[in-house]
């Protein structure tokens, strides 16, 4: 029973970084609500096939990974409607330059192909190793740096920045106004 608590403590100590591994994949917080409900759902269902001692996160991402990619082929199958309702959009703009900067940054991080997307958020904003996010992504380390580098490149392409003039906004930007 004690291995039980166990696991169950270890995956809640885990819920914000699968809340952002989530956000990453899905672009809408309330889809990634969903996707970490029904990863942690599959989790608990299919804990006894979890081997103690092996990485758990790991374990948890893929799952999360597998039922994103399936919840996505279903979608293409099953046209919902409009997506994005307008009193959800919102009414006044930010007058921080922070706040501006930092938004405009997270859509050129969502307007990333996926693959870019995931590996980016897996290794620069949830501080993954190269390794884990290729064992994650099931690629080899080099495809991992790869996409990371054509990530960034293809974000200040997106922002129309170079890499000198990023690198003076972000030692401008204090940590606490980042998130």
Known sequence: ???QTTFT???IDLLPKMRAYARALTRNVIDADDLVQETLTR???YHDRYTEGTQLKAWLFTIMRNTHYTDVKKRTR???GIADCVSSAVTVAPTHDIVIAHKEVIRAIDRLPLQYRETLVLVAVLGESYETAAALCNCPMGTIKSRINRARRM???DLNLTQS???EIVQRTPETQIG
């Open 165 to 167: 003039e990023a690198a």
């Open 155 to 157: 974000i200040l392409d």
């Open 1 to 3: 029973m004690a291995t």
């Open 9 to 11: 403590d270890d995956v």
């Open 43 to 45: 989790a608990l269902r």
């Open 78 to 80: 099953e046209r919902p």
